[in-house]
């Protein structure tokens, strides 16, 4: 690991002007190429205090073991020569988008004396007209197969068409009329490089005035009673309708636009294009990337359009780009994607109509195909092999921890304080064996405190149904703690509802003694440790490995509880999200997995879904106490009576008016829970009546008992 400060420049040496710079690694490597519109303020970043940077940038610059820098004129000249460098270099800390598949494009071979259409991949040449990028090749063929009938262009290869000009007979495609047979001489070359331009117009978008063309000619065979040609013309022209039906139409109007949409985590992005021509959408494509570099949502649009037009020139950059962010330099681009047209194109986030609904599509076609990336990656068996492979490499496990679980805190400045136990098995999570916690010892914030709480809770569990089934060998404890078998708590049940209410558990508080035995259940009759099947829950089961979500201090909380419940055989760890570090117990420095690790990669999805079952069940804690009424707080009254009472009597306060006699009268309510709900309402004190502070009138209850 290089210094930053043994290869930083002196400030005079640096040119304050636009340019383009390269970071080397010892061995001249290139692995960073970046521009700047000044150059001395560009780079002058990089060489701030390790500690005040990027996680990514501080791993790029201690990495590299030099800079060099090439001043250009212009800041269009620098997007240039930086889209050529990391091309060239291919650096290893650039974003550099990757296409999950080849494209394919339909083709028109204009470079030939006979052009060819056809279905074409990879690199572009020159002198070929390219339209797509379509999603499936077949879709490329339906198409052309509907407009052969009208611009029966040749489609065969250079063998076929040199074999029938050789014996003087067409192939099938010129007996049924949908090829001119250029190659027996039924069309001459000029001819025949006319329709293969009418059929490149129509692809282009300009479809309006062919259409009027064709039904114009077929009105007119049909007054000259010329109805055989009068019909060829009719199935003509609905052939290119059907045609045009085969691609969605957007907008009313001739737009000519390529919509960009990036849809990212802290790992990935996600880029999806779609392509606008003649108001429909022609073609779409994606693409995903690592996030190497530290680079927010504008810097994704700026790779992204280097990489979609960087070889594109002519009608290939469209007059309009839509994006969701502007680039930093959002000039430079912009006159770069000018020169690359020849003519000026636009740079913009749709505000309103029909573009920024269309927007919002290709937006959620990106989430999808980061959802989809990731699901592929996750259910790859051999990757996640791999992935427990290398955690348990680097935690020096003695093998590959195939139960993990992870755990999370969660609040809202202290208030509803609650916890997540997320599991994955084989590295695919678990989602039947999640858990969910309410931080009870205490009140207030304290990550630290209520990440102990939580383990302790979830092991004491644990180890009192390893006493209730036998497997636990007693022990007498030492130092006047309780022994596992005495241990008991309030854990949620199978069905991740809120924690149970405390259990005292048999032995409880007489250190020294053997806990006396869990008594058996009677006959059929279901514990809390045991589902419906009568098979333990799975809090029985330990993990391999423990994750917590957060760094050295949650970690040692998570390893102080397991310490005192005894239990030293699961393996603790803790990943900090602002660094993506592994911490272990007792050690001063983190493990550090390569960002490109599967195993790095698993840990993060464990610590980002216990993240979010965290704080979707702290959220709908915090909803359901908002919302909560009187009538909440009535022992035994479910949702479905409580709607009953509330559409019977229409407000509360209506329902806390009536005598028990007129709640009888409720569909499913007897006198005896009358009786409660009235003694309930009767204690609980009205809410002070809403006024309105405009007009000064009271507000009266809605149905749910509260004011608006």
């Not at 636990?472 to 949620?492: K, R, Y």
């Not at 589902?531 to 333990?536: F, L, M, N, Q, T």
């Not at 592994?582 to 690790?597: H, M």
């Not at 915090?622 to 009472?645: I, Q, S």
């Amino acid at each position: 690991m290089a210094d930053p400060s043994s290869y930083r420049p002196k400030p005079g040496q640096i040119p304050d002007s636009p340019g383009v710079y390269k970071f080397r690694d010892e061995h001249r490597r290139v692995i960073y190429v970046g521009k700047a519109k000044s150059l001395r303020q560009r780079l002058a970043n990089y060489f701030q205090p390790l500690t005040s940077l990027h996680p990514r940038t501080a791993t790029m610059v201690t990495t590299a073991a030099s800079v060099e820098w090439t001043v250009v004129a212009t800041e269009v000249e620098a997007l240039q020569l930086e889209y050529s460098w990391i091309k060239e270099f291919d650096p290893r800390f650039n974003v550099k988008y990757r296409d999950d598949k080849s494209y394919p494009y339909l083709a028109v071979t204009m470079n030939e004396e006979f052009p060819r259409v056809q279905v074409m991949r990879g690199a572009k040449k020159k002198g070929v007209r390219y339209f797509g990028p379509y999603g499936h090749a077949w879709a490329i063929r339906e198409t052309v197969d509907l407009m052969l009938r009208v611009f029966p262009v040749r489609t065969c290869s250079a063998g076929v068409f040199k074999r029938s000009a050789q014996i003087g007979r067409p192939c099938l495609l010129g007996y049924i009329g949908k090829c001119a047979a250029p190659c027996v001489g039924r069309v001459t070359p000029e001819e025949h490089r006319e329709l293969a331009e009418d059929f490149s117009d129509f692809m282009a978008g300009r479809t309006g005035t062919y259409l009027r063309r064709v039904e114009q000619q077929m009105m007119a065979a049909a007054e000259d009673m010329e109805y055989e040609r009068a019909a060829r013309l009719r199935d003509d022209l609905g052939a290119l309708r059907k045609a045009l039906e085969k691609n969605a139409i957007v907008f009313n109007d001739a737009t000519d636009a390529d919509l960009i949409a990036v849809a990212e985590d802290e790992l990935e992005a996600a880029v999806q294009i779609f392509h606008v021509r003649g108001g429909r959408v022609r073609g779409q494509r994606g693409w995903v990337t690592d996030k190497v570099e530290a680079v927010d949502t504008a810097g994704l649009v700026e790779h992204a359009l280097q990489q979609l037009y960087g070889e594109e020139t002519g009608d290939s950059v469209p007059k309009e780009v839509l994006v969701p962010a502007l680039p930093e330099d959002v000039d430079a681009v912009s006159g770069w994607l000018a020169s690359r047209r020849g003519s000026a194109v636009s740079l913009r986030i749709p505000q309103r109509g029909d573009k920024k609904a269309l927007m919002v599509t290709v937006a959620r076609n990106a989430q999808q195909a980061l959802v989809l990336h990731k699901t592929k990656r996750a259910s790859d068996l051999t990757t996640r092999s791999r992935a427990l492979e290398e955690i348990a490499t680097a935690l020096e496990l003695d093998s590959a921890p195939l139960r993990i679980e992870c755990f999370d805190i969660s609040h809202l400045q202290g208030d509803d304080v609650v916890a997540s136990m997320v599991v994955f098995e084989d590295g695919l999570a678990r989602k039947s064996e999640y858990r969910r916690f309410q931080i009870k010892g205490f009140e207030g914030q304290d990550d630290v405190r209520s990440m102990h709480e939580v383990i302790s809770r979830r092991f004491k569990r644990y180890l009192s149904e390893k006493a209730r089934t036998g497997e636990w060998v007693e022990e007498e404890s030492q130092d006047g703690a309780d022994t596992p078998g005495q241990i008991a708590d309030e854990l949620p049940d199978a069905s991740g509802r809120a924690p149970l209410g405390p259990t005292d558990a048999p032995g409880r508080g007489v250190p020294g003694e053997p806990a006396a035995p869990v008594p058996a259940p009677p006959s059929g009759e279901v514990t809390a440790f045991q589902d419906e099947d009568g098979r333990p829950k799975r809090f029985a089961y330990p993990p391999q490995l423990l994750v917590v979500d957060g760094g050295r201090p949650q970690v040692a909380a998570a390893k102080r509880a397991l310490d005192e419940l005894g239990i030293d055989d699961i393996a603790v760890c803790g990943l900090a999200k602002r660094l993506e570090e592994v911490w272990v117990p007792e050690e001063d420095d983190p493990v550090v997995l390569p960002r490109s690790s599967e195993g790095l990669y698993l840990l993060q999805r464990v610590r980002d879904e216990a993240h979010r079952f965290a704080i979707t069940y702290q959220r709908a804690k915090r909803t359901k106490r908002f919302k909560a009424g009187p009538l909440d707080a009535v022992p035994g009254l479910g949702d479905t009576r409580k709607h009953a009472l509330i559409k019977h009597f229409g407000s509360v306060k209506r329902l806390r008016s009536a005598t028990i006699d007129e709640i009888c009268e409720v569909p499913g309510i007897g006198r005896k829970t009358a009786e409660t709900v009235a003694a309930a309402l009767a204690e609980a004190v009205p809410a002070a009546p809403a006024v309105n502070t405009a007009t000064g009138e009271i507000i009266e209850e809605d149905d749910g008992g509260s004011t608006t």
